[in-house]
C-alpha cells in the first residue's frame, strides 16, 4: 500500500500491458484466485481480474480459509484442504 492507500498488485509470472477497453482472451495464474469469466473462457478486463484475485487475498488474509487447496494430495489432511 502507498501513502494515499491504494494497493499495488504485482505479478511478474503474466504482465503486460493493456489497454482500458481491451478485452484479455489469456487464461492465467491459479485457480484457486481466478475470476469466474477467465474460468469460463469468456473474455475479460484485466483490471476486473485484479481485483477480484485482491479480493480472494484479502480474504484469505483475514483469516477465513483457503479458497482451494492445491496440494494434490488425496490424503491431505490439512484443514484448509479438508474445508471444500
Do not use: H
Not at 482451494?68 to 479438508?82: A, R
Request: glycine share 10%; aromatic share 10%; hydrophobic share 40%.
Amino acid at each position: 500500500m502507498d501513502v494515499d492507500n491504494n494497493v499495488k498488485l504485482t505479478d511478474f509470472g503474466f504482465a503486460r500491458p493493456q489497454k482500458p477497453d481491451q478485452l484479455s482472451r489469456t487464461y492465467c495464474g491459479s485457480a484457486a484466485y481466478a475470476a469466474p469469466e477467465v474460468l469460463q473462457g469468456i473474455p475479460y478486463r484485466g483490471t476486473a481480474y485484479d481485483v477480484w484475485s485482491l479480493g480472494v487475498i484479502l480474504y484469505i488474509m483475514v483469516g477465513v480459509l483457503g479458497v482451494l487447496c492445491e496440494c494434490g494430495v488425496p490424503s491431505c489432511t490439512s484443514e484448509l484442504c479438508n474445508v471444500v
